[in-house]
């Protein structure tokens, strides 16, 4: 399947360790302009994946294959 979150791009991946999470989230805190980065490319990527014109697209190419 197609990952909705890229680390990174449009959010960061943590593994279910607490002091992963701790390190995200002071990662995060500490650049405020990278949250708004990471959700602005989380927006435009979300936008081009799962449009209504997206999902148009490609079930009009899945059947005309």
């Known amino acids: ?3 909705v979150v890229e680390h990174g791009g449009t959010g960061l991946i943590v593994q ?5 999470l ?5 990662r995060l805190l500490d ?3 990278s949250i708004s980065a990471m959700g602005a490319r989380a927006r ?13 697209r490609s079930y009009v190419a899945l059947f005309t294959e």
């Open 22 to 26: 701790t390190a995200a989230l002071e």
């Open 31 to 33: 650049d405020p302009q």
């Open 44 to 56: 435009e990527r979300i936008q081009a994946r799962y449009s209504v014109d997206s999902q148009r």
């Open 1 to 3: 399947g197609v990952e």
């Open 16 to 20: 279910n360790v607490l002091d992963a």
